[in-house]
């Protein structure tokens, strides 16, 4: 069993060795919008699309396939080290050895659009099925901290960039803190908005699923920085 981590949406970047992986595959399961990225590069494979209600069946069918002997990889959006733990663990339990295929994530892209580097990023997520008050927490003290960026995943539909600003701003950040939004990194309709968290707060607009937000550390925490240090 493998495990591809497929790119943030546009087919292109998709890893040379995920590519192989994928065309050498007997069966390729996935979510249907990750497969669809993946399309292109499939063989002979046997596909099978998954949803959130029959991904225990869809992986239950797989492991039995790997038993009788047939290569099967799963897919995963982005890297498959970001906000995908859940997928992993479920292919985890199944069967004693998985082949990580890491790929390119959002977050890699959304770094390389604000022109900013891992190192000084802290890298949250809303995205999780379960009580997201201690990320919230988490996110309010990195803010008031100010050190480093955050790079945050918000979480559709219900945590999302409007939302999550109106709680920080109650939360005492101040207002003026600016903040970028991109939707849909990589792919058609690719979008930025920046603004301040005011602003942010008052967005009616409907965002995409796809969204990820980008908060830089204030002129003042950029000067404490001391610049370009090297660390880990
Ligand atoms: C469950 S997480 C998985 C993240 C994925 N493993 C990665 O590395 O990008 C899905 C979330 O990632 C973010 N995301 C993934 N691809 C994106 C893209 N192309 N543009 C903007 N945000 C994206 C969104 O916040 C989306 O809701």
Redesign the pocket.
Known sequence: MTVV?VG??DALYLTIKGREALQKADLVVGFKTVLDVVQPWLEHAEVKPMSYRDQEDVLEYATAQVALGRSCVVC?????N???RELLARVRRRVDHVELIP?I???Q??CARSEISLEDVVFI?L?QRKESSSELEELVHYLEEDRRHIIL????FDLMPAAIAGHLIDQGIPGQRTITI??????DG?QAWSGSLEECRGLTQEF?????MVLPRSAEGSADSGGDQHGT
């Not at 995943?153 to 559709?156: A, S």
């Open positions: 981590a943030p949406g995963c959006w982005g890297d498959l970001v906000s995908a790929g994530s959002s977050v892209i959304a997520t995205h995943l918000p979480r559709p991109f939707q849909r990194l990589t792919l690719e995409s699923d796809l969204s990820i």
